[in-house]
């Protein structure tokens, strides 16, 4: 059998390791150097192109159905529960717990629950909305796990490691939320960046308000295609008399956005954390649908 490997930046190093066990197995084996955001971003085109008979993808759990032979290893990781310990006293006036982790760590969750339930905590885990598949699971773009139980808990934790995970769920929760990095040995509160990027997103918006021609994103990456939406953001511009142009790519390239300096402002469809990470990387204001939808209702309010 013909394979295609494919791994995230942080599983890359052992690509060479797992090529040679396939190939011991008798699989023709090939490896992706692209860079990949998640299960929404499948090397299907690169499998195809060469042929292959299977992709398998290594990192993250299925996204959603695929026309591909796709085979997902999520590489599970068993971190070190001892932090737990340090974390009690940070939650020491909070009862109610709700509990979100990412795939790498969803196998832990039943004793990381029954680690706070023996210290008198009323643990609860919510269900994602339907891109993640497990239970306490989120994703950059499904923060549902969290979001769906905001007003069952008056504190949230996640157990795992960076700040991509937990900031998104951050921002479409209201509660206190603390996050347990089990490889720096780090526990803290993470509230401050609620109201950082509540500044961000007003200053986003307070810039648009002058744009006069914006640039709708949208990516062809397998799960980030949204052309039906972009097709209605420009309806919408065009409406409020303004221009609007669909920019269509697989991977956002950031210096040639820069580059079309026609465009006041862009509005992303692909990946939702584009609008929210990596605002900094254009001159031009990154907008988010509902943000583009914000500022047409006071430009139409204006007039």
Not at 83 to 109: A, R
Not at 145 to 168: N, T
Not at 248 to 267: W, Y
């Given at each position: 059998?013909?394979?295609?490997?494919?791994?995230?930046?942080?599983?890359?190093?052992?690509?060479?390791?797992?090529?040679?066990?396939?190939?011991?197995?008798?699989?023709?084996?090939?490896?992706?150097?692209?860079?990949?955001?998640?299960?929404?971003?499948?090397?299907?085109?690169?499998?195809?192109?060469?042929?292959?008979?299977?992709?398998?993808?290594f990192?993250?759990?299925?996204?959603?159905?695929?026309?591909f032979?796709?085979?997902?290893?999520?590489?599970?990781?068993?971190?070190?529960?001892?932090?737990?310990?340090?974390?009690?006293?940070?939650?020491?006036?909070?009862?109610?717990?709700?509990?979100?982790?990412?795939?790498?760590?969803?196998?832990?969750?039943?004793?990381?629950?029954?680690?706070?339930?023996?210290?008198?905590?009323?643990?609860?885990?919510?269900?994602?909305?339907?891109?993640?598949?497990?239970?306490?699971?989120?994703?950059?773009?499904?923060?549902?796990?969290?979001?769906?139980?905001?007003?069952?808990?008056?504190?949230?934790?996640?157990?795992?490691?960076?700040?991509?995970?937990?900031?998104?769920?951050?921002?479409?929760?209201?509660?206190?939320?603390?996050?347990?990095?089990?490889?720096?040995r780090?526990?803290?509160?993470?509230?401050?960046?609620?109201?950082?990027?509540?500044?961000?997103?007003?200053?986003?918006?307070?810039?648009?308000?002058?744009?006069?021609?914006?640039?709708?994103?949208?990516?062809?990456?397998?799960?980030?295609?949204?052309?039906?939406?972009?097709?209605?953001?420009?309806?919408?511009?065009?409406?409020?008399g303004?221009?609007a142009?669909?920019?269509?790519?697989?991977?956002?390239?950031?210096?040639?956005?820069?580059?079309?300096?026609?465009?006041?402002?862009?509005?992303?469809?692909a990946?939702?954390?584009?609008?929210?990470?990596?605002?900094?990387?254009?001159?031009?204001?990154?907008?988010?649908?509902?943000?583009?939808?914000?500022?047409?209702?006071?430009?139409?309010?204006?007039?």
């Open positions: 059998m013909k394979v295609l490997l494919q791994f995230p930046e942080g599983l890359k190093e052992k690509a060479l390791a797992y090529a040679k066990e396939a190939e011991s197995k008798g699989d023709e084996v090939y490896i992706s150097a692209s860079p990949t955001f998640g299960a929404c971003d499948l090397a299907i085109d690169e499998a195809k192109n060469i042929g292959a008979d299977k992709l398998v993808h990192g993250h759990a299925e996204f959603h159905k695929v026309d032979n796709v085979e997902y290893i999520s590489y599970e990781i068993d971190a070190d529960l001892g932090i737990l310990e340090s974390s009690l006293e940070s939650l020491k006036d909070y009862k109610k717990i709700g509990l979100v982790t990412t795939i790498q760590h969803v196998h832990q969750l039943d004793a990381v629950k029954d680690f706070y339930s023996r210290n008198g905590k009323n643990v609860i885990i919510g269900k994602p909305y339907g891109f993640a598949k497990r239970d306490g699971q989120i994703l950059g773009c499904d923060i549902g796990s969290a979001a769906r139980i905001d007003k069952e808990v008056d504190a949230f934790v996640y157990f795992g490691g960076g700040m991509f995970h937990p900031l998104g769920a951050l921002l479409n929760t209201t509660k206190p939320f603390l996050a347990v990095e089990p490889f720096t780090k526990v803290e509160f993470i509230d401050k960046y609620r109201e950082i990027y509540r500044k961000r997103k007003n200053g986003k918006i307070a810039v648009s308000l002058s744009a006069k021609k914006y640039g709708i994103l949208v990516s062809t990456k397998n799960g980030q295609y949204n052309m039906n939406l972009a097709k209605l953001l420009k309806k919408k511009v065009e409406s409020a303004l221009q142009g669909i920019l269509v790519s697989n991977t956002i390239n950031f210096e040639s956005l820069d580059n079309m300096r026609e465009f006041d402002a862009f509005v992303n469809t990946c939702p954390r584009i609008a929210i990470d990596d605002i900094d990387r254009t001159r031009k204001p990154m907008l988010s649908a509902n943000e583009l939808n914000e500022v047409l209702g006071q430009i139409t309010y204006k007039k």
